[in-house]
């Protein structure tokens, strides 16, 4: 009897035991999807450490394994010089190369693409020209700033966010056929909003690949024909749509990190682009009107973490075909010729103050620019004046209470998108409008709107602890049970 009591007991805390322990992983799993789940903006998932490169020594692609298993929900390259006075400045990466080295005009950055495990960073390099490419460039004559760098030796990280490190999209795309030929080189997509993103990401998909690039904000090709390496996607969004243009003539191509960035020989002709949005509360925002009498260095009335931060600048456009549409800002100078036609604003941040690069506004050199090589022409524009607009997300960024989220959208304009008109220059959603219109080269102050936590997760929570008590709880008093039970037939 006393083995058969004892067989008994061991078996019941065994049982016991093994459920506890079902209960305390079932918690840890919850509370790991309460981080997939949440509303609010994390810590980047990955943070490299810092990588010496130097143009035209640094051959080889640099790869980095990020370890999301997924892709990247966001990935921001930060490149600083090495020595000198301004290596707290941190320069973005671009999404794709517009130059390569056929002519002897500098120019400079760092291209990146990505997938479900690794980071790959392009370095400039000569391959069958000039050695002209540099890691940072912010111009020549024909560019003004508040300083003229052009570093060979830099260094660069990485910071990805995975899918569960940024709150759940308010609107997310279908993944949508997209080429440099023709009609196909230009899509009108609905975002579904009803007001301006705070975020919106473009990504293109190499076709038949998992990698992915970035979309740029502005064209800045040296004079391209059908012998130059040149690429890229541009993007810009209003209050519903988002419109984006791949090159579509004279060798234009998705992506490219070719011929002038060391060992890489790549450009993508075909691919898929997602649009993915995200309105959020509590953020740090700057704004300032751009022209060429505007301030290149503008303080930030806060303190950006450059380790945990996300930062995003974006230009308004006032004028054109594009008038209320919002294009990002890039990260380096890829033409300075003063013969040529090109746009963009180049900017580089510390932890208090944002610097930014303008071309001189003279002759065929603008803000933002669009040419008739893109989109099959569809929306061109050149701005002299624009607005500049300064976010910064920290890790209590949430995601607004009120926004939807929608179901991925088919709908797409082409062609005929060109009836649609474009809305008007000022930022006027709920939240955005009166911000926007008092606040031009002043910083607004960061909203207390505290992290809101999902009641349904916390109401899973409380119910699995109950539950695990009464579990508990009952497993005891058969344990007592069967203790007593056992005692009573050893007695016996």
């Not at 966010?161 to 196909?184: A, V």
């Not at 904000?217 to 040149?230: Q, R, Y």
């Not at 456009?317 to 100078?333: C, E």
Request: glycine letters at 8%; one cysteine or more.
């Amino acid at each position: 009897m006393s083995n058969l009591g004892d067989n008994l007991l061991v078996k019941d805390l065994y049982m016991y035991d093994r459920l506890l322990k079902m209960r305390y992983c079932f918690i840890c799993i919850c509370f790991s999807d309460f981080r997939v789940s949440s509303r609010c903006f994390n810590k980047p998932h990955f943070l490299s450490q810092w990588t010496d490169v130097e143009a035209q020594r640094t051959r080889k692609p640099v790869t980095l394994e990020h370890e999301c298993g997924d892709f990247p929900a966001k990935v921001e390259i930060q490149v600083r010089p090495k020595t000198g006075n301004w290596t707290n400045f941190y320069f973005p990466g671009i999404g794709s190369s517009q130059r390569d080295d056929d002519r002897n005009k500098t120019y400079g950055g760092i291209v990146y693409k990505y997938n479900k495990d690794e980071v790959v960073l392009f370095i400039p390099g000569a391959n069958d020209g000039y050695s002209s490419g540099t890691i940072i460039y912010t111009g020549a004559s024909t560019w003004r700033g508040p300083v003229a760098q052009r570093e060979s030796r830099a260094q660069v990280r990485t910071l990805v966010w995975c899918p569960g490190d940024l709150p759940s999209p308010s609107h997310q795309s279908q993944w949508i056929p997209f080429n440099n030929s023709g009609i196909g080189s230009f899509l009108e997509i609905p975002h579904n909003q009803g007001t301006f993103p705070d975020l919106i990401t473009v990504q293109i998909r190499q076709e038949g690949t998992e990698w992915l690039s970035d979309g740029i904000g502005s064209m800045s090709a040296l004079k391209p024909d059908s012998t130059t390496s040149w690429g890229g996607v541009i993007y810009g969004y209003n209050r519903s749509h988002v419109r984006v243009w791949a090159p579509y003539r004279k060798n234009g191509k998705l992506f490219s990190a070719d011929d002038g960035w060391g060992s890489s020989t790549e450009s993508w002709s075909r691919g898929l682009v997602r649009i993915k949005s995200w309105k959020v509360t509590n953020m740090h925002y700057v704004t300032t009107q751009l022209n060429q009498n505007s301030n290149n260095e503008l303080p930030l009335n806060t303190v950006y973490n450059q380790n945990e931060d996300f930062m995003i600048v974006k230009v308004l456009a006032d004028n054109g075909n594009n008038k209320g549409f919002l294009f990002p800002a890039s990260g380096a100078v890829q033409n300075d010729d003063g013969m040529s036609a090109y746009g963009g604003v180049v900017y580089a941040a510390s932890r208090d103050t944002l610097r930014i690069w303008t071309p001189v506004l003279s002759g065929s050199r603008y803000l933002i620019y669009i040419n008739d090589d893109w989109g099959n022409s569809m929306y061109p524009q050149t701005s002299i004046s624009a607005k500049l607009l300064i976010q910064i997300w920290r890790s209590t960024t949430c995601a607004a209470s009120t926004a939807p989220l929608a179901t991925p959208s088919t709908s797409i304009n082409q062609k005929s998108s060109k009836s649609v008109s474009t809305t008007s220059t000022s930022i006027n959603s709920q939240t955005s409008n009166s911000n926007l219109k008092s606040n031009q080269a002043q910083s607004s102050k960061l909203s207390t709107t505290s992290p809101v936590v999902p009641a349904a997760v916390g109401g899973s929570l409380l119910l699995l602890a109950v539950s695990g008590a009464v579990v508990a709880v009952v497993l005891w008093k058969k344990y007592r049970r069967n203790r007593v039970v056992s005692e009573t037939k050893e007695e016996g």
